[in-house]
């Protein structure tokens, strides 16, 4: 099994920064692919930026210049670095972990961490 705990989350004015982070922990798994995910009230789950073990990022259209994903392998913690800040990302952040373990891979998800954008 593998845990992701994430913290970093809270109220932040418009226009403001917050960083996440998302640290995993499991041992016999290497950490691969990691993501940053949210869910706002009554829309789906949303993808909002991966990083692979070799550092490749991608982002989602709404978020790009203003986020930054970033990730420490030796510590197996990913981060989330969010500036100006929009009423808009107002969500539940949820870390993903792909885990591989004898050349299966295995999907694990974090208790999600609220970030509330509002003056």
């Known amino acids: 099994q593998v845990q992701l705990v994430e913290s970093g989350g809270g109220l932040v004015q418009p226009g403001g920064s917050l960083t996440l982070s998302c640290a995993a922990s499991?041992?016999?798994?290497?950490?691969?692919?990691m993501a940053w995910y949210r869910q706002a009230p009554g829309k789906e789950r949303e993808s909002v930026a991966v990083?692979?073990?070799?550092?490749?990022?991608n982002y989602a259209d709404s978020v790009k210049g203003r986020f930054t994903i970033s990730r420490d392998n030796a510590e197996n913690t990913v981060y989330l670095q969010m500036n100006s800040l929009k009423p808009e990302d107002t969500a539940v952040y949820y870390c993903?972990?792909?885990?591989?373990?004898?050349?299966?891979?295995?999907?694990?998800w974090g208790q999600g961490t609220q970030v509330t954008v509002s003056s």
């Open positions: 993903k972990a792909i885990a591989k373990r004898l050349a299966l891979s295995y999907q694990y």
């Open positions: 499991g041992s016999g798994f290497s950490i691969d692919t």
């Open positions: 990083i692979t073990s070799g550092g490749s990022t």
